[in-house]
């Protein structure tokens, strides 16, 4: 999925000429992604360290596939795509239910192995546009953000005395 990506969102004109195949691609190898998502959580832990469900860092794979669909989600629409708008539409709606029960059953695994690297694209996932991305990962995670990044406490009147 990941490799995909510079074909899919590039702005450079040698390769926007691959986007709308690199879109299709992504979005047609989607189920057996996830499929392959859903075996490695099933495989006990010996099968997710040897076998054909294991991963050296599988946090690492699920979060490239959380964000290679979010890519898709936001880009699977005209002109990029060939289709009726209300079929696309419907596609966008279903990648994003996808991508968010992808998310619900992986979200301890991913915050466990990457912490806060993973934060911003969970957020954006899980907010209504990436705009509000920050202020939703902000409103659910409030005591761990506080706890990990407490404020700071200074006097507001000594600093203005030291500017003047």
Not at 115 to 139: G, H, K, Q, R
């Amino acid at each position: 999925c990941a490799a995909l990506l510079p074909l899919a969102r590039s702005p450079h004109k040698q390769l926007r000429w691959h986007r709308r195949q690199a879109l299709n691609l992504l979005k047609d190898i989607q189920p057996v992604v996830k499929h392959k998502i859903e075996a490695h959580l099933q495989a006990s832990s010996a099968e997710q360290t040897r076998g054909p469900c294991s991963s050296r860092c599988p946090a690492l794979s699920i979060y490239q596939v959380l964000k290679a669909r979010a890519v898709l989600e936001s880009l699977y629409r005209r002109p990029y795509v060939e289709g009726r708008k209300p079929d696309l539409r419907m596609t966008q709606q279903q990648l994003q239910r996808e991508t968010r029960q992808i998310l619900a059953s992986t979200r301890d695994l991913i915050e466990g192995d990457l912490s806060n690297m993973s934060w911003n694209v969970i957020a954006e996932i899980e907010a209504d546009s990436p705009v509000d991305a920050l202020d939703t990962f902000m409103a659910h995670n409030a005591a761990t953000v506080q706890a990990q990044h407490p404020a700071s406490v200074f006097d507001v009147h000594q600093v203005l005395q030291a500017m003047d």
